[in-house]
Each structure stands twice: as structure tokens, then as C-alpha cells.
């Protein structure tokens, strides 16, 4: 069975600081992982996606994230946090044969102080 | 702003009344979805429509019902709400398939208060 852990609810960082969110996944399979993000009042917005190509994955922003299979992690990086990052991070997987079903962390929301 | 709208943005709705949610997308794909946002919780998948047929009832109560008339609209009818199903709901769709793993692109949500 899949399953996706975000492993801190809450992070806070200054602006122009490094942004690290956390995330492990389960999966019986390949899987497929996104990161999504979410502004007060908005919808989901795709930052990146991993599909088994490169191991490294540029987003948008800035964004990018590393799949270490042997860690079973995913986690989301960005070298200079800036105050419009501030939002809800979700780290999702996704498994061939599931009919595109996601499913998703429990998020994490990201606080940057000036 | 994605090439998925939803309507109204905003409902606020007595537990008797009737009301639907509208969902379009704008970028040719063929799977559609709703999920439903709690306060604290993860994202719940409700509904999944491929190619307009149902494939996916996540043990959604009965006061939820879903129509996809075509690919590109879906709607959520709701009928004897309560308390608890206040939430944000979001549609999304997708290329679709079963064997796909292809990105889901998110409409901004329908904030629903259910008094």
C-alpha cells in the first residue's frame, strides 16, 4: 500500500535562508511523486514531478527535489527562501495502474520571516 | 489561474437545502476528480471520472452526488448537508487512464459552510 509522511507540519525560516520540507513515501511499486503547493485561499499548484527519469528535479521558483530510493525520501529544497513562498506544501505519490489516484501528505506549512 | 475553473468560489447552505458545484477544465483532458479539504486532514479523494464513467467512489455518503455530463464539466449536487461537510472542495482532471500516473492540475476550490 502507498502512503506519504511529511515529517515536520510546521517549518519556519528567514527569508534568503535555505528551505528544506521533509518527506518519506511507502510504495509497492515505481512510483510517480509530486509536490504541490498551496496559497491561502487558492488551489493546488504542481512544483515538480519525479517519473523515474533524473533523480533531481527542478520546479518552479527555484524549487527542486531529490528521489533517494534507498531512503524512500523525496524531500523539497530551495536555496533562498522569499517571503511569497510562504504556503502549504503537500508531498504526494502515485502508482502506475491506480487510475492516476494520488495520495497525498498531510502537509507543511511554511512560515518565512523577514 | 489553471485552466480549471469552479463555481461559485464561495457557498454557505442550510442543511436542507440543494445546491451544486460546477467544475470546468480547459485543457482536453479526459479525467476529472473531487476531493475534499478539511481543516488538518490530508486531502480526501471523493470522486473519479474517466473518459465521463465513474471509476472511483470513495465511500462518499449519498448526499453527495456526482455528474459528469462530458469531459470537460463535472458537477457535485449536494443535498442534506451537514455541520461537518463544511470544507473546501476542489476539482481537478488529468490526461487519464488507468495506467496513467500523469499530473493532476487543481481548480481554485469551492469554500462550502453548511450551518
Known amino acids: 500500500a502507498q502512503s506519504v509522511t511529511q515529517l515536520d507540519s510546521h517549518v519556519s525560516v528567514s527569508e534568503g535562508t535555505p528551505v528544506l520540507l521533509r518527506c518519506n513515501y511507502s510504495?509497492?511499486?515505481?512510483?510517480?511523486l509530486f509536490w504541490y503547493v498551496q496559497h491561502p485561499n487558492k488551489g493546488l499548484q504542481l512544483l515538480l514531478k519525479?517519473?523515474?527519469?533524473?533523480?533531481l528535479v527542478k520546479g518552479i521558483n527555484g524549487f527542486e527535489a531529490e528521489f533517494k530510493k534507498s531512503e524512500t525520501s523525496f524531500h523539497l529544497t530551495k536555496p533562498s527562501a522569499h517571503m511569497s513562498d510562504a504556503a502549504e506544501y503537500f508531498c504526494?505519490?502515485?502508482?502506475?495502474?491506480?487510475?492516476?489516484?494520488?495520495?497525498f501528505g498531510q502537509g507543511t506549512e511554511l512560515s518565512v520571516k523577514p | 489561474e489553471t485552466g480549471v475553473t469552479q463555481t461559485p468560489r464561495h457557498l454557505v447552505m442550510g442543511m436542507t437545502n440543494k445546491k451544486s458545484l460546477k467544475c470546468e477544465q480547459h485543457?482536453?483532458?479526459?479525467?476529472m476528480y473531487w476531493y475534499k479539504q478539511s481543516a488538518k486532514k490530508p486531502l480526501e479523494l471523493m470522486f473519479v471520472?474517466?473518459?465521463?464513467?465513474?471509476?472511483e467512489n470513495n465511500s462518499v455518503p449519498s448526499r453527495f452526488s456526482p455528474e459528469c455530463p462530458n469531459s470537460s464539466h463535472l458537477f457535485l449536487h449536494l443535498h442534506t448537508l451537514q455541520p461537518e461537510d463544511s470544507a473546501l472542495y476542489l476539482c481537478?482532471?488529468?490526461?487519464?487512464?488507468?495506467?496513467?500516473?500523469?499530473?493532476?492540475?487543481f481548480g481554485p476550490g469551492t469554500r462550502l459552510t453548511v450551518l
Open positions: 485543457l482536453g483532458h479526459n479525467a
Open positions: 519525479y517519473t523515474s527519469a533524473a533523480t
Open positions: 481537478a482532471s488529468s490526461q487519464g487512464g488507468e495506467t496513467s500516473t500523469d499530473t493532476q492540475y
Open positions: 471520472y474517466n473518459f465521463k464513467e465513474q471509476t
Open positions: 510504495s509497492s511499486y515505481s512510483p510517480s
Open positions: 504526494v505519490v502515485s502508482e502506475k495502474g491506480q487510475g492516476g489516484k494520488l495520495i
